[in-house]
Structures are given as structure tokens and as C-alpha cells.
């Protein structure tokens, strides 16, 4: 890696003299550069990045004039005099080295300044916070990236450190972190609904520990919010034959965009069509419906908003039989309830007749012919246990009812 050191130049009105320091700047790098020089005693004072540095004059060559000789030569800043091998190689002639960097600012002053003054001049504060973004989305993940941080400084290069302080202008810090020196990361998720903005407060310190703080707004962009269940659905028992209507509250889904729209469908739960006899009135939030068949449904009602943003809930729907006789009454009686290997079928009004049992999805698992006049018995041994129903018919007689087995 080349180096350089900084180098001093003086016309005495003699000869041409040469003071280097000791110390060397590295390029590609800013660096502050101080010189004081007394005409009368030939002393000399540099401060590299307000250090003071040690040196001396090339050759033992030292001027001998006590005062400021006029030249014929400008001023010059920046041209290099030393060879690039190093600070104590021969001297280069004029123009053969020229200074390819960068120069900021000059300042010469009429008077010779001590160290407290250059440090002063050298060492100033950074001026203002900068951040990458002033707005994140609402519901952003935790951890998500807000802003990059940067602090603008008159001492180009300096590196600096952030932190959220605390304050009256900080009152949302605690929903922010600092990650990676210079990120500003979420600590907690943002809701537009409760904190449309966040007023935080950061603080800088650059190398030299001077500090700055300022105040940011950090806006919170309302999105879309995805609707939430409330209040659960009711499940719902049914009696076959018999009209049924069920209406939800408006407060069963709830969504916190309070200029959202929810519409409303339903299916059953493994999303196929609801059975012919139910139907959904969505303006009115109401199912209705006469059963036809017995059973167990699990419904599903399904809210969606204006963004298409979804939520549901299942509710159960459990059709019983329906033990008024569609004709006349039939006289019968089974036992024992609840039953085990068989049930008995005692009636003294069936002439012949049918017995069906049915499981809570309205499958037939038996089916059995009942004879005239006697207590028929019927095997249940390959029935698992469980809620059935049972559907007895003879002739134009019918009854129905629930069956437990154990």
C-alpha cells in the first residue's frame, strides 16, 4: 500500500528548505492537516487529524532568515516533494509528483494557533441524522428493516456509532431497535388503526465522542387488514321436516379497516356445496331451511373484505329425526336403550313392516324386516358404538328416533 507524509516547503530568501514528519497519511482516506511556523525561531508544529506529529528538516537544512520573504513561487497546497519510496527519499523536483487527491477546505490564519484552537477547528460535531426511509408498512414483520442510518459530518470519514435515547420526542422507541450499526429495525408490529406515526429519538457520536440528537416522525402506511373472528358461530340442532333460520351477528368477524366491506358465503367444510335445503341470505346474514334429510353438516361461513382478504369459522348443523308419524300413530316400543349386541322391536300395530339404522351422517349401517305380531330382535354386534337413528315404517305408517350403542 503507498503512503506519503506530510511535508513542509520554505524559501527563506536564501535557499529552499524542507520539513517532513515523522508520521505518514494514508491514501484514500480523509485526514486533517495543521501547520504553525515561527519566522523568528524556525519552529514548527503539525497536527495530523489534531495529533500533534514529530519531523524534522531534510538534510539538516534550516532556515536561516527571521522573516517572510517575498517569492517569485505561488503558494502551493497538496504537490508532493518526496519520492513515493517514502518519506525519506531524495527530493523531487517541482511538478514531478503532483497530488492526485482531494483537498476539502483551507484555512490560513495571521497568527500562530495553539493546539486547544486546532482541536476546536479540527474536531467538529456532527450536524445532522439522516435516515433511508421515513415510512414502513403497517403489520411489517419483526425485524423487518425501516430506515439506514447516516450522520453528516464536517470531518469527512469519521465513523459514527446510533442509539434510540430516550426523551419527549421518543415516545415510540420501544417499537424500534438498532441492528448492524445503521439499520433501524422493528422491535414490535406496527398498527396504522392505533399509531399512525412514530416519534422516536436518536442519538450519534462520531470518534471523537461529540454527539448530536434529532427527532424523526416515522410514518405508518395503512394497509389492508386481514378480518378476525370476534364471536364464534352457534352450532345449530335441526328436527327433520321441521323450517329452521339461524342469523349471525354482524360482530361475529370484525375488521379494523372500519372503510372495508365484508361479504359473506358458505360451503361445507371440505368446501363443497351446502345440501339443496339450506341456503345463505348474505345481505341479511340468515341461513334457512326445512331439512330433509337427517345428519350432521359442518358448515362454513366465509367472510371476505374489498381486498379480498378472507376469514372463517365452521359451525355444526345436526338434523334429528323427526318422531311425529307422517300418518297414523304406530304403537311400538324398543329396548333396551341404550343397547349392546341387539335391540327388541315390541309393536302390536305392525302388520310388517321395516326397521333402518342410520349413523349421524344419515348412512344406512342396518336395515331389518320386522315381522307381524311378535318382539323382534335385532343384532347389533357389527355396529360400532356410537348416536344413531332409526327410521321405522309399515305401511303408510312411519316413525323415527335416536338410538345409543355401547
Known sequence: MDFDCPTFSYFDGIADHYWASDDTIRKGEWNHLALTYNFETHAIEMYLNSNQVGGSWMGGSIPTGTGPVVSAYPMGIGASITSEDGCNGKLAGEGQYPFYGKIDEVFIYNRILPSDDIFEIVNKPPYRITLSSYSINENSANGSVVAYLNALDPNNGEEHTFSLVEGETGNHNALFTINNGNELTLASELNYEID???????????????????????????????????????????????????????????????????????????????????????????????????????????????????????????????????????????????????????????????????????????????????????????IPDGIYFYRLESGNMKAAGKLVVQ
Open 196 to 382: 399512525p406515526q412514530c416519534k422516536i429519538l436518536l442519538e450519534t457520536e462520531d470518534e471523537r465522542n461529540n454527539r448530536l440528537r434529532n427527532s424523526f416522525n416515522i410514518i405508518v402506511n395503512d394497509m389492508n387488514d386481514i378480518p378476525t373472528l370476534a364471536q364464534a358461530l352457534e352450532d345449530q340442532s335441526l328436527v327433520e321436516r321441521t323450517p329452521w333460520s339461524y342469523t349471525f351477528s354482524s360482530t361475529t368477524f370484525v375488521d379494523e379497516d372500519t372503510w372495508d366491506h365484508l361479504a359473506y358465503s358458505a360451503t361445507l367444510e371440505d368446501g363443497n356445496s351446502l345440501p339443496g335445503w339450506m341456503e345463505l341470505d348474505p345481505s341479511g346474514r340468515t341461513f334457512s331451511g326445512t331439512p330433509t334429510e337427517i345428519g350432521i353438516y359442518q358448515v362454513m361461513l366465509i367472510a371476505r373484505d374489498d381486498s379480498s382478504a378472507v376469514v372463517s369459522d365452521i359451525f355444526q348443523v345436526q338434523v334429528e329425526p323427526n318422531a311425529v308419524p307422517l300418518s297414523e300413530t304406530l304403537k311400538f316400543r324398543i329396548y333396551p336403550q341404550p343397547a349392546n349386541e341387539y335391540i327388541i322391536v315390541e309393536t302390536s300395530s305392525i302388520v310388517e313392516g321395516t326397521l333402518n339404522i342410520m349413523d349421524i351422517t344419515g348412512k344406512s349401517v342396518l336395515n331389518s324386516r320386522l315381522e307381524a305380531g311378535k318382539e323382534n330382535s335385532i343384532n347389533l354386534s357389527g
